[in-house]
């Protein structure tokens, strides 16, 4: 690996969030200045617009044919979302999880992760997958505008407008051209991060999925970790929360589903992903639901056991890449231990949280 395969690496990363940043705020603009509302625009423009990284990585990544970037990247991304953005948000502050949150977004981010690992179970997305998985966040994001103008809340719309509807809007041709070089930023930034991270990949001799499931990962979900942070610091706890989670179901839906609509045969799906980091993604959305139900919030110690455990996958990962000679011990570790414990432990806060609320609706 040479300096200026690293410098490219950073450079893509650098364009893709400049990239993402000038398309949101263009994108914002013109929505706003059409007398769309700011509610609306934070719902749609926004939330696509943070998940822009992944999107320009993944389908840049099934032109070229490497499959395993674009399934590593949102694999990747949606387990840091969770273990380390969620788990530094909580450490700073502990987080405030919405009611519909757990009624409706985590459970719904629970079937989507099933439903990749059934679509990809065959080894491919096909296109008509991918139009399932698209038509589903079109689907969420109309329920999403319906729901928050049913509900009227005078909070969440002044929140709305202090975020996106306050701004000077600018000219149209300014806004456009915002558009455009954020664009250009987006694909400029995933090009060089594409082949800097295969270039990577080879000269290590790991494969493209570790490549994906860590470096690419991380640094997509950069938006993410600075829209997250900056909320919990400013005591916006829910936002940290919801943004995540959205993250993690825009990811699914409208990453995978754009790529493999785009690819001309699919996306491929490895065995690897299929028998590790797909169901260590679905691991990590089922356990969102036992700590966000219990008490409605994510606590310090919850935050560091995130943490822990996604710096226990990435050394799992390092282990699996190098051949490692301690890999044996780690994964029986993980399994026999690890593992059994936190779903023991999971259960019985959720079966003490049932009980401790039916004995509130009993008095």
């Not at 509900?151 to 002044?158: F, G, K």
């Not at 019985?348 to 009993?362: D, G, I, N, P």
């Amino acid at each position: 690996m040479t300096l200026p395969i690293v410098l490219f690496l950073l450079a893509g990363l650098v364009f893709l969030i400049w990239g993402a940043e000038l398309l949101v705020r263009g994108a914002s603009r013109i929505a706003t200045a059409v007398g769309i509302s700011p509610l609306v625009v934070g719902l749609t423009v926004v939330a696509f617009g943070t998940s822009s990284p992944e999107l320009a990585v993944s389908v840049m990544s099934a032109f070229k044919g490497q499959a395993d970037l674009a399934i590593g990247n949102v694999v990747g991304s949606n387990i840091f979302n969770i273990l380390l953005i969620l788990g530094i948000s909580s450490v700073i502050v502990p987080l405030v999880v919405a009611q519909q949150l757990v009624r409706l977004d985590v459970p719904l981010m629970i079937g989507v992760s099933f439903l990749l690992f059934a679509l990809g179970y065959d080894g491919n997305i096909s296109r008509l997958d991918g139009i399932l998985l698209f038509a589903g966040v079109v689907a969420y994001t109309i329920f999403l505008i319906r729901q928050s103008r049913k509900e009227n809340n005078a909070e969440v719309e002044a929140e709305y407008a202090k975020e996106f509807g306050a701004e000077k809007q600018g000219s149209w041709w300014k806004n456009l051209g915002l558009i455009l070089v954020g664009l250009g930023g987006l694909m400029l930034g995933s090009k060089w991060l594409v082949d800097s991270a295969v270039a990577i990949a080879e000269s290590f001799g790991v494969s493209e999925l570790v490549i994906g499931l860590t470096i690419v990962a991380a640094g997509t979900s950069m938006p993410e970790v600075a829209t997250s942070v900056v909320a919990a610091v400013r005591g916006e706890r829910d936002i940290a929360v919801g943004n995540v989670v959205g993250s993690n179901l825009f990811n699914i839906l409208s990453v995978i589903g754009l790529s493999s609509i785009v690819a001309p045969t699919g996306i491929r799906v490895s065995e690897a992903a299929l028998r590790f980091d797909i169901p260590v993604m679905i691991a990590v959305a089922v356990a969102c639901f036992p700590i966000f139900f219990t008490g409605y919030r994510i606590t310090r110690l919850n935050g560091i056991a995130f943490l822990g455990f996604y710096v226990a996958y990435l050394v799992y990962l390092i282990f699996t890449a190098t051949n490692h000679e301690a890999i044996g011990t780690l994964r029986t570790a993980m399994v026999y231990f690890i593992f059994p414990i936190t779903a023991l432990t999971l259960i019985f806060m959720t079966v003490q949280e049932f009980r401790k609320r039916a004995s509130l609706r009993s008095r």
